[in-house]
């Protein structure tokens, strides 16, 4: 009575911190709910700390531990190395994994700087050309109301998009106790609300617009200068990064737009809101309600045209039909699976999968432009 | 640098459909968020057709199959019994694992007649003094918006509570082509909306009140009496569970109380929607949007007094802390998760969890009394 | 240049309190936004002391004060009478202004007894036959969202309507120290929420389905039961009306219902909420959001079904037109502004406008009913 | 039996259209529901045409006609003259008026350029000194659940500002059929979306800050540059102004903040949205639902903390307790009707009310600092 199982494809996964842990629910959760051509098999994690990480290994089921991501990279029984770890150590990982001939899933910011980035979008290049495939992490595309969105507008239900409004708001540093954690430093996170959490804004504007963005102005503020040094004792440090970042642009498709990041916002946990305006309706998202979607419909019958609430849970919604009846919610770490699901699919179908290296390196040509712009009092910055 | 790991729990379910998915998941995932005394192993999986259980068991990642619920019960490697097969198979396993010595989870409804809920509940009673725990699966309780609710009911912040108004409303049977499903016949289901999702509303009204329904005045309605077969070319049969149920009732806190299941709510896919009013103040949930509780405290300066639309993603909400940050939402499964959570909890500690048999009995004999009620126009039936 | 006005309709009003001055705003503005066959004439209004008449007709713009109703009715200046005076006092007046060949609006409820709104009713009648027009002031009828909410159901775009789920939920008396006014004396008030607001929802849930109810199940309830007389030095006195009624009914087209009235919902100061589910589609409404209407078209396209947030403010609909341009909102007094226009415009064309007399007297007969069956622990009572 | 009556003051209005009509509604309404220490008389309207005027007068309530504004402000039974025509008119009658002695409303935006503006706001001040007073009708200060949001701003509960999101978005022109109206040439208009609706939010997000904007970095966009001519057969014509306008913005007190004004935003209909974040917490309204406030009180227990939506008809809130009791919705005519209250108390107690014409100035002198931006591609222009 066996039952033939797909072939197993080997994943090595590089750091286990909040992001390592929802990659790994989505390797172990993929193939129990969606029909894959290959099953992802939770072959290592990396971590340079042996004992972290193995205790890392054990509770989040992976099947063997390496300290050395060359070590992981080298090794047979892995096809897929899968990269978690912070944002400076992701060109040199993912470009020696994808010549190594192993197919890379690269959490995002796709890279620090747009030079990392434009040599990581080569090497992805490359490695398609020899049927190796490469994904950038922005998972909320991902997100079933946003995959139905993107799907929406591909319809030309939106008609010409004339207005696209973003923002990120979070409020976790709104207080001035908070101390100088890595993600407040320059070196090491690149830069603060922009690149943290504008980055995710950018690539869905782009995604669900299946437009690039031309041009930026823009605004960077950091409202605390100095913060606690963590673990010591009274001492201050600078933070050198923003606290938020707004900015005015325009698309390719004649859209004008407004993005907004910021960790300021008190009383948004995490509130990702996007809007656009076209010329035959509207569509407008909160992931703080993220089973949902607002949808106007420019041509309804005026007597009862108005804001749909589509609850993103009927069986013909992308990514939805694999899981509950309609109705039943989906969480955050769902878009991680949707994206492990798209990934081995597209392994398994011999197809690069979106969003792409040069996806990622688009991004970062932007968020280079609204720094740029920041820096010259917000004059318009081309991309 | 072998990472201690806690003892195995073997668990053994009987029944993989919609049920049995979800539990699998939990079974799967629960040990990899949540620090817990015993490691859940998926051991065995119990179904009547070897060759679909053998699928199932491959797909949902159990490591054996079983075709008879007696062999799975008296196997060593199994020490919980999880019971996900239909209602009128409830306890004749149930029973027989706790007389095995085995802990038991069993779905909701506990069972299709009173009296066999009776039994259920004694069997449970007299396995708890031997250490051997039960629980009934009433999954709601696990939403963190609900188990906050409770949490502010028990610290008195609603004061006395006068009203509770409870709703489960979904649409999936209101074509009229759709057809004659097993949940439509009595004899299989044992009633319809009533105890499918009335059951539901129920047991979490006593739950966040603390106080129990002591009479109800009930009406029931089918709408669509007769309905295609399935798979038959034309014939009909007929409805014998009802499509709605509504019923008023009081708790022995002396609040009063609306109830309504239905399955002809139009638009409303999964929503179950509770409010209390209380001498201090109100709270209101919807399972659409089960990431949110709406408060409102009475004792507020009236210039800022309003309905709070709680976000339940902080750390100190019941549950989350083991999830995700502020912000990040959880979905429908997660419930099941913790519910797998706090029966290994209970397991661990040598305690008996809630919702315990005698809670499932309690909502049958509700259940019970609304049908009496609705069997004699309305008039009042205690429970 | 002299501009012509139509002709003049004079009005007397008898009553000067919240009542009075809703309805003195709507006569001193309805010729103004909408244009009418007849120009309002605010030309007496009567009270019984003297000074408190003659300082509120100053206030509110009357011309003239007249201190007891008899002689109101008997000028001949005044063609209709405006009835804002308590319950106890509508038969009486009513019933001698129709007779004199006034027109008459009488607040709602209708009377305080079955038998006083059966007089008025064959009083209208009658008086019909004459020419001479009445109507009963349930004036959120007049709510746009709610007008609109009816011609949806005459269009069919609901189907056959399933389930009608109503509440109307108060707060003003949650505090034990809130005193025993008038509407919480049974002699003088003839019910309490019942009455007061669940007369409302009554007459909607009707007017909304176009069916009538045919029975219900019924129970309400005093919460507290004694509270301080007013003005008075501790002393107490019993409370002889209900705190809250609910109560379950059925509708001639095969609805079932559910309808609750209390002013023990802390926080929610005005909800009046209804929500119908048909075979074809969903309504819901709240008052406390009353420029809102969410509609469900249960036959659109699944991907984009949603409830609508339909904002009531559009040129087609109902009474909008004469307002202001869209997504501006009307507000309370708009409804008892429309109510004057469609009074005079039945006036003036010729016509018995709704809700007659007769609609009035069946509301109150469901009232009775509800009475009856709380009085006999819920069993159903015919309407 | 006579009532004392207030002294009257008389009221001359030029213009009698959109706002013309709002205004003599306020005019005939304040003193009917808020104690004034003058009561408004409507005394003469002013418009050009003579027949329109007279018939303009008979709808609103106006006792006669004037075709001259000089002739208006020259009368000696008009004390305050309130100017509701164009904006290219309102320097000339504003100024001449004030110099006559009557006090002056004059409608948003104050002028069409910043020389008018600052002409009148000197005229202003120089008749202050003579005890005449002068408002600016940004009317949606008026909106109580706005005046609350200023009363918590200034209580401290948001502590620092740091954001500041506003935006107004209407879609009345998104048809690329819809004519070209006199608001969308220059020439009459003066701008397009950005005075119209953008002086809105500019002058509310100094109003609820009480801080100022230092400068802004803008854009505007034209989407339909050519559109037919009013009752011409298919003749176009150019639209001179811009379509929307969006500018990032920095305040005195150190917030940052975006801004966008837009007639493109299909399906929001009059939505003006405006946000802040504190250090202490946030408020958010969108005047599509006016009578709420969203309030985050950052100093919540975390457990229960969240937006919180005030129902702004309380007793306690501004201008509320003149009208209904809590939970009785207000609309859009009523922020006129307080309007014209605070006016006529500023009046009546010898004080300047606000906003001042100076506040007025304030406002041009933004839009005036984005219309530069924007034509230097966005580069930071000093207000």
């Given at each position: 009575m066996?039952v033939?199982?797909?072939?197993?494809?080997g994943?090595?996964?590089?750091g286990y911190a909040?992001?390592g842990?929802?990659h790994?629910?989505a390797?172990r959760?993929?193939g129990?709910?969606?029909?894959?051509p290959?099953?992802?098999?939770l072959?290592?994690l990396?971590?340079?700390?042996?004992v972290?990480a193995?205790?890392?290994?054990?509770?989040l089921?992976?099947?063997?531990?390496?300290?050395d991501?060359?070590a992981?990279v080298?090794r047979?029984d892995?096809?897929?190395?899968?990269?978690?770890?912070?944002?400076?150590?992701h060109?040199d990982?993912?470009?020696?994994?994808?010549?190594a001939?192993?197919?890379?899933l690269?959490?995002k910011?796709?890279?620090?700087?747009v030079?990392?980035?434009?040599a990581?979008?080569e090497a992805a290049?490359?490695?398609?050309?020899r049927?190796?495939?490469?994904?950038?992490g922005f998972?909320y595309?991902?997100?079933?109301?946003?995959?139905?969105?993107r799907?929406?507008?591909?319809?030309?239900?939106?008609?010409?998009i004339?207005?696209v409004?973003?923002?990120?708001l979070?409020?976790?540093?709104?207080a001035p106790?908070?101390p100088?954690v890595w993600?407040?430093r320059?070196?090491?996170?690149?830069?603060?609300a922009?690149?943290?959490i504008?980055?995710h804004?950018?690539?869905?504007?782009?995604?669900?617009?299946g437009?690039?963005?031309t041009?930026?102005?823009?605004m960077?503020?950091t409202?605390?200068?100095?913060?606690?040094l963590p673990?010591?004792d009274?001492?201050?440090?600078?933070?050198?990064v923003?606290d938020t970042?707004?900015?005015?642009?325009r698309f390719t498709?004649?859209?004008v737009a407004?993005?907004e990041?910021?960790?300021?916002?008190?009383?948004?946990?995490?509130?990702?809101?996007?809007?656009?305006?076209?010329?035959?309706g509207s569509?407008?998202f909160?992931?703080?309600a993220?089973?949902?979607?607002?949808?106007?419909?420019?041509t309804?019958?005026?007597?009862i045209a108005?804001?749909?609430?589509?609850l993103?849970t009927e069986?013909s919604?992308?990514?939805?039909g694999?899981?509950?009846?309609?109705g039943h919610l989906?969480?955050y770490?769902h878009?991680?699976t949707h994206q492990?699901?798209?990934?081995?699919n597209g392994?398994?179908a011999?197809?690069?999968p979106?969003p792409?290296?040069a996806?990622?390196l688009q991004?970062?040509?932007v968020?280079?432009?609204?720094?740029?712009?920041?820096a010259?009092?917000?004059?318009?910055?081309a991309?």
């Amino acid at each position: 009575m066996a039952v033939p199982q797909p072939p197993v494809l080997g994943v090595g996964m590089v750091g286990y911190a909040f992001m390592g842990a929802a990659h790994s629910h989505a390797w172990r959760t993929a193939g129990r709910f969606f029909d894959l051509p290959l099953a992802p098999e939770l072959t290592a994690l990396c971590g340079r700390d042996a004992v972290s990480a193995s205790a890392a290994a054990a509770r989040l089921g992976w099947g063997s531990v390496e300290t050395d991501w060359k070590a992981l990279v080298a090794r047979d029984d892995i096809a897929l190395v899968d990269i978690c770890s912070p944002g400076d150590t992701h060109a040199d990982i993912a470009i020696a994994a994808l010549a190594a001939g192993k197919h890379v899933l690269c959490e995002k910011p796709l890279a620090n700087t747009v030079a990392e980035a434009r040599a990581m979008a080569e090497a992805a290049d490359r490695a398609a050309e020899r049927g190796v495939r490469s994904m950038v992490g922005f998972s909320y595309r991902r997100v079933p109301a946003l995959a139905l969105a993107r799907r929406l507008v591909e319809q030309g239900r939106l008609g010409e998009i004339r207005h696209v409004r973003a923002a990120y708001l979070q409020d976790w540093i709104v207080a001035p106790e908070f101390p100088l954690v890595w993600r407040l430093r320059r070196e090491v996170a690149g830069s603060g609300a922009l690149g943290d959490i504008g980055a995710h804004i950018v690539d869905l504007a782009q995604y669900l617009t299946g437009d690039r963005l031309t041009g930026v102005c823009a605004m960077t503020e950091t409202f605390i200068r100095e913060r606690p040094l963590p673990d010591s004792d009274g001492a201050v440090g600078t933070v050198t990064v923003d606290d938020t970042a707004l900015f005015l642009g325009r698309f390719t498709g004649g859209a004008v737009a407004s993005f907004e990041a910021t960790r300021f916002a008190a009383g948004r946990k995490n509130s990702l809101r996007i809007e656009l305006n076209g010329s035959r309706g509207s569509l407008a998202f909160d992931l703080e309600a993220m089973n949902e979607l607002q949808f106007y419909d420019g041509t309804d019958d005026p007597d009862i045209a108005g804001f749909r609430r589509i609850l993103v849970t009927e069986p013909s919604h992308p990514y939805v039909g694999a899981w509950w009846p309609p109705g039943h919610l989906l969480g955050y770490e769902h878009t991680f699976t949707h994206q492990a699901v798209d990934l081995v699919n597209g392994i398994g179908a011999g197809t690069d999968p979106a969003p792409s290296f040069a996806d990622g390196l688009q991004v970062q040509l932007v968020l280079d432009a609204v720094e740029r712009s920041a820096a010259s009092d917000g004059a318009w910055h081309a991309v």
